[in-house]
């Protein structure tokens, strides 16, 4: 049996291994290119209309200092993150309660859809009504947008559990919620992973959207003040922030990714 | 108790998307016994194990495994011929993975022995993906060993192997089965040699729907690891007899690939 011990090791590990550093250089240079094309626009436009790469800068800095942007990204960050977590834990119990129990998807899918397909921004009026304009509303507005692409990749994504996996597991005995949680679910995961990152995207969206729609607050309030303002640099420099909440997002999404689907190797 | 009968089908039936796949198939397996079921491709050789494990349910007939129907678990354990090894789940994972009822400590101590069984002890923390397919059914074959079944289902599991992996894994099977108290055993192949170097007995199957047409006790000697029926006098002339037995009933099925129409 001791011939068997080629199959370990690292073996697709050197096709990537020279990458990284191009990549990031690639990146950097055309950052550098959009920085430049920002400055060439905010040179030739009118003063007082647009701002330049540095005066954003100064702006942001000043913010950070100030502590004006605290408290507003605080409010955004709460939003968000409870509408998005929201979002998450019950797309996905949706999505897999769909995909387990075939005539629930069958009642619900064409519903989910549809939905999906609304502009979701139609029922703002709808809940300010029903729970004012505070924080629960906001929330349902983040959730709402967040929810429906994770919905529909969790039902995808246990639908296309391997049968094969899902019989061997049932001839060990194990119950329904054992083979979801350990065949069904992980089997799922790049599924739950797309859902969530559209998802994601979707929730920061819908933040910056309730808090110009909903009682002003947080960076969508900033935007809001500094535009009607033409405070140019500072207002720019809240559309930074909220990239770089995007980024992180986005980017740790994709580290977890890539932890959770190791077992698939390093391609 | 080892004469006792464990297992038993009494005129078992089972029509599948409208046809027939079973007919009326009675068969008994007595503790211990390592019986295989040897037919033509597609004959519903795969169907019957999964009637054994609880899977399915006949549509008329009984089956009783240890007195009382056959249910999924721990008393019965299964090996594919597509390994189902879960990607996601290290080695040891997966093996654990039979064992949800142990405890902690029992369970990983459960796991290390099989694995040590299988020569596998050092591929605990590997990937499957990592794996040869030999290697990777002899984690299946652990994982179905592990919860110490009654009743070990094999559905052509060394079909998808090398000609060399077939034969250790068929020495490995008989050395880990063979023991005082190893579990009854059904194995389904399409292989006459196979049928015969493990068998107690070998039960024929006709193409579909499956019914028994011959039942043949295999009386080489054991431990059959040590000793190989192929070289035993008697197994070419039963080799012979099975694959014209076979033969004929693939060249005058009307579906089969084979098929000769009466030509001959």
């Known amino acids: 049996m001791a011939e068997d011990a080629r199959a370990v090791g690292p073996r697709q590990r050197a096709s990537t291994g020279a990458a990284p550093l191009p990549v990031a250089a690639l990146r950097l240079g055309f950052l550098a290119l959009v920085l430049l094309v920002w400055w060439l626009a905010a040179r030739a436009a009118p003063a007082g209309l647009f701002a330049s790469p540095a005066a954003v800068a100064r702006a942001l800095a000043r913010l950070l200092a100030e502590g004006r942007i605290w408290p507003a990204l605080g409010q955004s960050l709460t939003v968000y993150l409870a509408g998005t977590g929201a979002a998450v834990v019950t797309g996905i119990a949706l999505g897999a309660l769909m995909g387990m129990i075939r005539p629930v998807g069958q009642m619900l899918d064409i519903y989910v859809h549809g939905l999906a397909a609304t502009p979701r921004v139609a029922f703002i009026p709808l809940i300010i009504v029903l729970l004012g304009l505070g924080f629960e509303a906001k929330i349902l507005i983040v959730f709402l947008g967040a929810v429906m692409p994770i919905v529909l990749n969790a039902y995808a994504g246990v639908r296309a559990a391997d049968p094969d996996l899902v019989e061997m597991a049932r001839a060990t005995g194990a119950a329904r919620g054992r083979i979801l949680a350990h065949v069904v679910l992980p089997g799922a995961l790049p599924y739950l992973v797309a859902g969530v990152r559209i998802g994601a995207t979707i929730g920061l969206i819908n933040t910056v959207v309730a808090e110009l729609y909903t009682a002003v607050s947080g960076l969508g309030g900033l935007l809001a003040l500094y535009g009607s303002r033409f405070q140019m640099a500072e207002y720019l420099a809240v559309v930074v922030v909220l990239a770089a909440i995007g980024v992180a997002m986005t980017e740790g999404l994709r580290l977890a990714e890539r932890r959770m689907l190791r077992w698939r190797g390093s391609d | ?264």
């Open chain 2, 1 to 264: 108790m080892r004469d006792a009968v464990h297992l038993s089908l009494a005129g078992v039936s089972l029509t599948l998307g409208g046809r027939p796949v079973i007919d009326r198939i009675d068969l008994a397996a007595r503790r211990g016994e390592t019986l295989v079921v040897l037919g033509p491709s597609g004959c519903g050789k795969t169907s019957l194990l999964r009637l054994i494990a609880g899977l399915l349910a006949p549509d008329a007939g009984r089956i009783t495994v240890a007195g009382a129907a056959p249910v999924p678990g721990v008393a019965t354990a299964m090996v594919f011929q597509s390994y189902r090894l879960l990607p996601w789940k290290t080695v040891r994972a997966n093996v654990a993975f039979a064992l949800p009822h142990l405890g902690e400590r029992e369970r990983s101590a459960r796991v290390d022995r099989v694995l040590a069984q299988v020569g596998l002890g050092r591929f605990a923390d590997a990937w499957p993906r990592e794996l040869s397919g030999g290697m990777q059914q002899r984690v299946a074959l652990a994982r179905a060993l592990a919860p110490e079944p009654e009743l070990l289902l094999m559905d052509e599991p060394f079909a998808a192997l090398d000609a060399q992996s077939r034969e250790l894994m068929q020495a490995e099977l008989l050395r880990l089965t063979g023991g005082g108290a190893g579990p009854t055993v059904v194995f389904v192949t399409h292989s006459v040699d196979e049928a015969l170097v493990l068998a107690d007995r070998v039960l024929l199957l006709s193409p579909r729907p499956a019914r028994i047409v011959e039942e043949l006790p295999v009386t080489f000697p054991r431990p059959r690891w040590q000793h190989d029926p192929r070289e035993a006098p008697g197994f070419a002339e039963l080799r012979r007899h099975l694959w014209d037995r076979l033969r004929a009933m693939v060249v005058s099925d009307p579906n089969s690939d084979f098929y000769r129409g009466g030509e001959s």
